[in-house]
């Protein structure tokens, strides 16, 4: 087995050793460095990757080694630059609250506690509402934990959403599930747990079962990670969540730049409780956030991030989790799961943090804006899902039985979806493991801190200039992406939204 210690210690030897006795060495070890370039670019490393495949390049003449290794350097100039937007986002986010501030000046309760902090910076006379002290920001994140227990790891994909009705094949009247149409949910994924990595409350339920006896249910019966929310809950119900490694609670606070006031005290419930945080943010490009991708990403990155500081400064080392979900529109200006752009952006923003911040994250893809449990609907997530795979992204919510842009919950489509899942991944897993990552080729955007400036000026993002000139940066991405997908395919046996 290759052992990727020992060869960074044997390649140290080697860049030191005289030019003839690396070559030696280059030549005789190409295919492990090779393997070690690969390593590297799957943890970003790019530039490090790059330099050995140029090494391999200068020193070696087996042709079947050169011909990986040109495939690779074809891309690594993208994935450097790709790279480069994901810390500017990651800085300007950070920027965003030190600079443009989050207006909670009205919200006494969030104001008391970063005044006691001594979090906010009154020398700042240019901000827009309340800014932070940047030592205060970098002192927060930095408590944050890189690593949770319960992690189901890379790749891994479950339910979420609580769709607020349940999809029935045999009657066409709305409404949330009862007590035994739950317990069949909860038995139906039980089922499904070599491919539900996350059991994340699928639909919402009506008066005969309470919330606090839906967590119970899920407990018993599933024994992954599971995601509830418990902003409805009693006290001492809240607290069941509390030192359990397998739980997250699903919980956001602020939305469009300001505070969601009736939030606030739930929100600070489960972060004093220690509850593990799942941090929800769900900004639609265009209506409630920026246009561009960029400045989109931004936005939703600051106030995640916000509710990181709030949640460290309450209760320092508490797990948060980085729920980050930005959302678009369809020409209807209805939310659309099934544009290829909704997956696009979830999966950059699964690379902001498995690249930058190191955050636990979760997304949303595998969806779709059909209502109906059709072979097309079904056909929809599996592309989402496997696209979202190929690229690479942490843990995916929504992915299994959603409907109608997360309107409704099939249990007839989440069988369908976990049978799909389960021949793709036995596909995913026969490709070759050596091709490296590919470039999302993330559309840049020098103007996204000044988009989203003047978003909190005009109230509004329709009404602003940055918006109009960006009104079909989606469109020009998706361009990008299919254009590269039919000039280089990876693993061109498992279909996805753009091959």
Request: overall charge negative; some cysteine.
């Amino acid at each position: 087995m290759f052992n990727v210690i020992e060869f960074e210690k044997s390649f140290i030897e080697m860049v030191a050793s005289p030019y003839s006795t690396r070559k030696i060495l280059m030549y005789v070890h190409a295919e492990e460095i090779f393997e070690q370039g690969i390593l590297l670019e799957k943890k970003a490393h790019f530039k490090q990757a790059n330099a050995l495949y140029e090494d391999i390049l200068r020193h070696v003449t087996d042709e079947s080694i050169l011909v990986k290794v040109r495939s690779r350097i074809e891309d690594i100039d993208d994935l450097i630059a790709e790279k480069a937007i994901y810390e500017r986002i990651d800085e300007n986010a950070k920027r965003v609250l030190t600079d443009i501030g989050m207006n909670i000046a009205e919200n006494q309760i969030l104001m008391d506690i970063l005044l006691e902090a001594d979090a906010i910076d009154f020398d700042n006379e240019t901000a827009l509402f309340i800014p932070l002290k940047r030592s205060h920001v970098e002192d927060c994140l930095e408590r944050v934990p890189r690593e949770m227990s319960g992690d189901p790891g890379m790749n891994t994909f479950g339910t979420g959403a609580t769709s607020p009705f349940l999809k029935r094949s045999s009657e066409e009247e709305l409404r949330p599930a009862n007590r035994q149409e739950f317990e069949q949910i909860v038995s139906l994924v039980a089922e499904q747990q070599d491919v539900v990595n996350i059991f994340s409350l699928p639909v919402g339920c009506d008066r005969s079962i309470s919330l606090f006896e839906v967590a119970h249910l899920m407990e018993h019966a599933y024994q992954g990670l599971k995601m509830i929310t418990t902003n409805t809950m009693a006290d001492d119900e809240a607290a069941f969540l509390q030192n359990k490694e397998h739980w997250i609670d699903g919980t956001s606070l602020i939305s469009s730049l300001a505070p969601m006031n009736n939030m606030v005290e739930p929100f600070l419930r489960s972060a004093r409780i220690g509850n593990n945080l799942l941090l929800i943010d769900q900004t639609i490009a265009g209506v409630s956030g920026a246009v561009s991708p960029e400045s989109f990403l931004t936005q939703i990155h600051a106030q995640v991030m916000f509710m990181m500081i709030i949640a460290q400064t309450v209760n320092p080392g508490v797990v948060c989790m980085h729920g980050g979900i930005p959302s678009v529109t369809g020409e209807g200006g209805n939310l659309s799961y099934s544009s290829p752009h909704q997956t696009f952006i979830n999966a950059a923003l699964a690379r902001v943090n498995t690249w930058i911040t190191g955050f636990p994250s979760a997304q949303t893809g595998g969806s779709t804006s059909l209502p109906d449990a059709t072979a097309e609907a079904v056909l929809e997530s599996e592309l989402s899902r496997n696209f979202l795979r190929k690229y690479g992204v942490h843990i995916v919510r929504h992915a299994m039985g959603a409907l109608g842009s997360l309107t409704f919950f099939s249990m007839e489509k989440f069988a369908e979806d976990c049978e799909r899942e389960r021949q793709s991944w036995k596909i995913f897993e026969a490709c070759p493991q050596n091709t490296g990552v590919i470039p999302l080729y993330f559309p840049g955007d020098e103007h996204a801190l000044d988009g989203i400036r003047e978003i909190g000026e005009k109230g509004n993002p329709k009404a602003t200039e940055h918006t109009l000139k960006n009104i079909n940066s989606f469109r020009q991405w998706e361009k990008t992406i299919t254009a590269a997908a039919q000039k280089k395919r990876y693993c061109p046996q498992l279909n996805d939204i753009v091959q």
